[in-house]
């Protein structure tokens, strides 16, 4: 009742193996219409549509377009290069394994036009390693998309030629940060480079690029079949359209969700994903992953979109919301994030090598010890803001925003966390 | 598939690196990357083996020690860890008689953990090779390993 499906609208729907079903369903009618339009109009449209990206950041999807197509090539033999990245390892999301198992042409249709806007004649899609249902299904996809000339030399006789290849990560959470991911595509260990330059000026094999997120790119085709206006007529005033939350944790029915971008945290909680399981109470949500914000119960209220929560120094992120009951652990969950970073961490700078180690340090000498007078999280709140300030790229950027959600938020149970009942694991 | 067929469905340039390694670490039955892998590898792309290494030696899933014919991955991140998935590698533990990283003495499991595996809805959840399991309890792992057990077995006969 509340969901309104743009990126989801085919899944469960169709049969995602077959073309066929895809086109019935209307499929490819937004690409042939976007080519017979002039590159600049789509990006113009995408601009004003507001469309932002669904990765995490928020950035204007038509002015990364722009950027991309208007990057000077200093080199003779200039590439432009889309990416779509599919490395999605955000603890707590798994929209675009969704998207990619179930509705892969949707992708492909999104992304074909994206490089038409920007002049891209290569393409990648990087998936993580571990999706491996997600890889079958967008190579058969692709397979079947250059087959009916949707792909490929001369796209249904436009005169426009895109090649898109699939490349595949191996298991490191640090390659879905932009840079990396292209570092990963060009073969390299995933190290994150110094921008700016941003990638699209100097991006894959140092040529400008675009990269796009999965869910960002699906909502393209529907902004060209109906337009910019009726986009931006959903949504909030500055995040428009919809956004798919991935709801796990204690709630009755976790999975995911597509819904108008700003509505209440409760409506997701309690509306959609059925309230919290076993008759418990909320405690907290955990919003936009490992990287993202516990929230309060004050917080149920609060408009889900970008600018609200960061008004609340909160973030939106991948849309993951993991919720928490009143029995589980601030404490255990910031351990178990904490671990995740520090594991994650690449080592190319100090700050987040070294610190990531420090923050575990910290936390573990609060678990064992206790810490009555609150000096050991401060301490922990000093070293992650200091990580934020100097580290090289989001990961080492990241530990803050946990980290200070909770201290605000949960001090007192911090301080004096409630007695465990009993030891888990061995 | 032979290891010469696999370089040659690519082109011999370092963006394929990974693509190869995985081909190749698939294709071996106890997959692992050996050296003489990496050196292959390096003398098919023209680049010095320790570029291949470093790549290897950087992805989690990745390997350089033989392993299991099948890799038991059991989710770590903060979702699964709520869902109590430490209680599911204690079993998986118990069950197999390995410790994480290491080899049952048959040669039939390798128990290893991994990070967020994108199926939160499910969680606690492991995979076995591409095969994903979620809604974990100890009585369903038991289930599901027997499967593999079973499978093993009438092979051997």
């Not at chain 1, 990206?53 to 090539?73: I, N, V, Y």
């Not at chain 1, 990396?180 to 110094?194: D, M, N, Q, V």
């Not at chain 2, 606690?124 to 390993?145: F, V, W």
């Amino acid at each position: 009742m509340l969901e309104h499906r743009i990126a989801l609208k085919n899944a469960g729907r169709i049969n995602p193996a077959s073309i066929d079903e895809y086109i019935a369903a209307g499929g490819y009618n937004a690409l042939k219409q976007a080519l017979q339009m002039p590159p600049e109009k789509i990006v113009y449209e995408l601009i004003q549509s507001g469309l932002r990206g669904r990765g995490g950041a928020g950035f204007s999807t038509g002015m990364k377009k722009k950027f991309t197509s208007e990057a000077a090539c200093i080199l003779l033999e200039c590439m432009r290069y889309i990416v779509c990245n599919a490395d999605e390892g955000e603890p707590g999301t798994f929209k675009d394994r969704i998207i990619m198992e179930q509705d892969p042409h949707l992708l492909l249709e999104g992304m074909i036009i994206a490089a038409y806007a920007v002049g891209a004649g290569k393409g990648y899609i990087y998936i993580r390693g571990e999706y491996h249902h997600s890889i079958d299904m967008i190579r058969k996809a692709l397979e079947s998309a250059v087959k009916r000339g949707f792909l490929g030399d001369n796209i249904l006789g436009s005169g426009y030629s895109l090649d898109i290849g699939v490349k595949l990560g191996g298991g490191s959470y640090l390659c879905g940060e932009e840079f990396t991911l292209l570092e990963s595509i060009e073969g390299k260990r995933g190290y994150p480079r110094i921008k700016p330059p941003y990638p699209a000026e100097k991006g894959l094999f140092d040529m400008p690029t675009l990269i796009n997120n999965v869910e960002t790119l699906c909502h393209i085709p529907a902004i060209i079949l109906k337009g910019s206006g009726w986009y931006k007529g959903l949504g909030t005033d500055r995040s428009p359209g919809t956004k798919i939350f991935s709801i796990s944790g204690d709630v009755k029915n976790p999975g995911y969700f597509e819904v108008e971008m700003g509505i209440s945290l409760k409506e997701l909680i309690y509306n959609l994903a059925g309230g919290i399981k076993d008759n418990k109470k909320f405690k907290t949500a955990l919003i936009g992953g490992a990287a993202g914000t516990f929230v309060p119960e004050s917080f149920l209220s609060v408009s889900m979109e970008f600018d609200s929560l960061q008004q609340k120094d909160a973030v939106l992120g991948s849309g993951a919301v993991i919720v928490m009951a009143e029995d589980k652990s601030i404490l255990d969950m910031l351990h178990s994030i904490l671990r995740f970073f520090g594991h994650e961490s690449c080592g190319k700078c100090v700050p987040c090598r070294v610190g990531t180690q420090q923050l575990l340090i910290l936390l573990e000498k609060i678990i064992a010890n206790g810490d009555r007078n609150g000096s050991g999280l401060d301490a922990l709140l000093k070293q992650s803001e200091l990580m934020a300030q100097t580290s090289l790229c989001p990961l080492g950027q990241s530990p803050v925003l946990p980290i200070k959600s909770a201290i605000r938020h949960f001090r007192k149970e911090l301080i004096n966390p409630p007695r465990k009942t009993a030891h888990k694991g061995s | 598939m032979d290891k010469r067929d696999i370089l040659h469905k690519f082109p011999p340039l370092m963006e394929n690196v990974l693509l190869i390694l995985h081909e190749f670490q698939n294709s071996n039955p106890q997959h692992y990357l050996s050296e003489d892998d990496l050196a292959m590898i390096a003398g098919y792309l023209n680049v010095p083996c320790s570029s291949v290494y470093g790549v290897a030696s950087y992805y989690t899933m990745f390997s350089l020690v033989p392993r299991g014919q099948h890799i038991i991955r059991v989710c770590d991140s903060p979702v699964c860890q709520m869902a109590d998935s430490e209680d599911i590698a204690a079993k998986l533990r118990g069950h197999l008689g390995v410790d994480v990283g290491a080899t049952t003495a048959d040669g039939l499991f390798t128990l290893e953990t991994t990070e967020c595996l994108g199926q939160c809805d499910s969680a606690p959840g492991m995979s076995i090779d591409a095969q994903y399991y979620g809604n974990l309890t100890a009585a369903k792992i038991e289930t599901i390993l027997q499967i593999y057990q079973n499978k093993n077995r009438a092979r051997g006969k």
